[in-house]
């Protein structure tokens, strides 16, 4: 199933996209897209029952916001350098053992918000990244197997990150990763179930209509379930609870002088194979 969530922010209403593209409403069936919805298999049934039963009310999408596909975020836990291409063009060794950190949940908006480009930066970059989403309560998992087994599905993200407050600013990444606006997420929330390998998917950018990002989920150096799996080791996650996987080559930190880090009035296009598009034109905070 692809979820979502359409409405102006803060009353968002739960939706589905059918198999001919149409947009239904759900709130007849569930009050949210949220972690409980996620880990309620009978609810879950209940939603995938009305999709197949032709019945939901169509939605006319002209003028209708998309918001995030996840209501009441838990914490979004991001991996750093998790694609082998990203690694080599920054100067980066692969690390041993994944490169974990947090940005809070606040960071999260519409897949076509608008991007605020924080005051004082001077290196505000691009990130398309492959989220997961936390299905069943998952502590201290054995195998890369059962991590798999306790995602409920996948969004696009764009990790947007500002590289002078990340790393030259001292102190861990945080401060360039959780600026307002900082993680748009969506359009949908694709079910584990219609994702056959989460291992063979395309990621693309662009930046003004270039392309700047074109990479594949096979380059990362930990797949989705051991990332899963290795982070359950440390924090239990929760249903609701988003990883961000990490992107691939491309990002301006990467590129030579003058890097084009984003300004305001850039638009930025980025897409997963699968999962949908985003749109965000950034505009000074």
């Known amino acids: 199933m692809k979820l979502l969530r359409v409405g102006t922010a803060g009353t968002e209403r739960p939706a589905l996209l059918d198999s001919e593209g149409v947009l239904r409403d759900l ?155 900082f993680n748009p997420l969506g359009p949908w929330l694709v079910t584990a179930d219609e994702l056959a390998d989460p291992q063979n998917l395309s990621l693309r950018l662009w930046v003004n209509g270039e392309l700047k990002q074109d990479g594949t989920t096979a380059e990362q150096i930990f797949p989705v379930g051991e990332v899963v799996r290795y982070v359950s080791q440390f924090m239990t996650l929760y249903p609701g609870d988003v990883i961000n996987t990490g992107t691939p080559a491309g990002v301006a930190m990467g590129e030579p002088e003058p890097k084009p880090y984003l300004r305001a009035g850039d638009v930025v296009e980025l897409e997963i194979e699968g999962l949908g598009r985003q749109r965000q034109e950034f505009k000074d905070a």
């Open 27 to 181: 709130s007849g069936v569930v009050p949210d897209v949220d972690g409980a919805l996620l880990a309620d298999d009978v609810a879950l049934g209940r939603v995938r029952a009305a999709a197949e039963s032709g019945e939901l009310p169509a939605l006319d999408a002209t003028g209708l916001r998309i918001g995030p596909p996840l209501a009441r975020i838990g914490k979004i836990v991001c991996i750093g350098l998790n694609y082998h291409d990203h690694a080599r063009e920054t100067g980066a060794e692969p690390p041993a053992e994944p490169v974990v950190f947090f940005k809070a949940a606040d960071t999260v908006v519409g897949p076509y918000d608008t991007v605020l480009v924080p005051r004082r930066s001077v290196k505000t970059d691009w990130e398309v990244e492959l989220a997961v989403v936390i299905g069943r309560t998952a502590r201290y998992l054995e195998s890369a197997q059962d991590g798999l087994a306790h995602v409920a599905g996948y969004a696009v993200a764009h990790d947007v990150s500002e590289r002078e407050f990340q790393i030259e600013r001292g102190g861990t990444w945080d401060k360039g990763k959780n600026c307002e606006t």
